[in-house]
């Protein structure tokens, strides 16, 4: 069974349904890209996967690690594993950026009946994924996403992921905003927690973070819908002829 699971599933928004019965899989090891137009639903379903209050699943599953997530709360999801990185990170003025890692960190711990993590221990965990992910020192006093530039609130992101060490992580639009040199610090610090206990989702509607982070698998949405799925040679295919050989088929009927 795949650590993360949607079924079928059919989401509503304002009593307008956005959802209209995605299926997908993403294990750790694996690498997923989820691609389509603007309007198709990517963000509506990593926000539905992470149990945002506005999403009502009206049919259908979200499964993690062989659970029915459905119906739990953001907190119980995140842990048991599931992380989520927004597109548009939020500030927490007054709280440091190290203050709020450990008390995530800390949260995390008491849900699998762990002690809380000491301070020594914290403080070299922080300073080794600091180091790996090129992170100044300076960065984690600051107040959480307080002033921060579009790259830095996804590099503050990257090092929460790398910190906490999910079994599979929710990358909604990580392009979003950033420069060249922005993106490419985010996707070597992604390709460095890549590994075997981490699964990705990777949320985009360009293909250019996808020429740093290699994808193992492609998805592609369109009006609430997984329609295509394949390779890296479907993005590279979405590069060249944009979506309008998607739509022609799918609009037609014409079966995936």
Not at 105 to 130: C, H, S, V, W, Y
């Amino acid at each position: 069974m795949a650590d993360l699971e949607i079924q079928n599933l059919h989401v509503t928004v304002e009593d307008k349904e956005i959802l209209k019965g995605v299926d997908l899989k993403v294990s750790r090891g694996e690498v997923h890209a989820l691609m389509g137009p603007n309007g198709s639903g990517k963000s509506t379903l990593a926000n539905t996967i992470m149990g945002h209050p506005s999403y009502e699943v009206t049919e259908g599953k979200i499964l993690f690690g062989g659970q029915d997530m459905t119906e739990a709360d953001p907190d119980e999801r995140a842990r048991a594993g599931l992380f989520m990185a927004f597109q548009y990170p939020s500030a927490i003025p007054g709280v440091s950026v190290v203050n709020f890692l450990r008390t995530a960190i800390n949260a995390q711990r008491k849900a699998r009946g762990e002690d809380p993590i000491n301070l020594k221990d914290f403080r070299k965990t922080l300073e080794g994924q600091m180091e790996l992910l090129g992170v100044d020192r300076e960065f984690t006093r600051r107040y959480l996403n307080e002033g921060f530039s579009g790259g830095e609130k996804k590099r503050c992101e990257i090092l929460q992921m790398a910190i906490l060490k999910p079994a599979v992580a929710v990358l909604d639009e990580t392009d979003s905003g950033l420069d060249i040199d922005a993106l490419r610090t985010v996707a070597n610090a992604v390709n460095a927690m890549r590994g075997p206990e981490l699964g990705a989702l990777i949320i985009t509607h360009y293909q250019r973070i996808l020429s740093y982070i290699a994808p193992d698998y492609i998805h592609i949405m369109l009006n609430g819908r997984v329609v295509e799925e394949g390779g890296p040679e479907l993005a590279a295919e979405l590069e060249q002829k944009g979506y309008d050989w998607v739509r022609e088929k799918h609009e037609q009927g014409v079966a995936a």
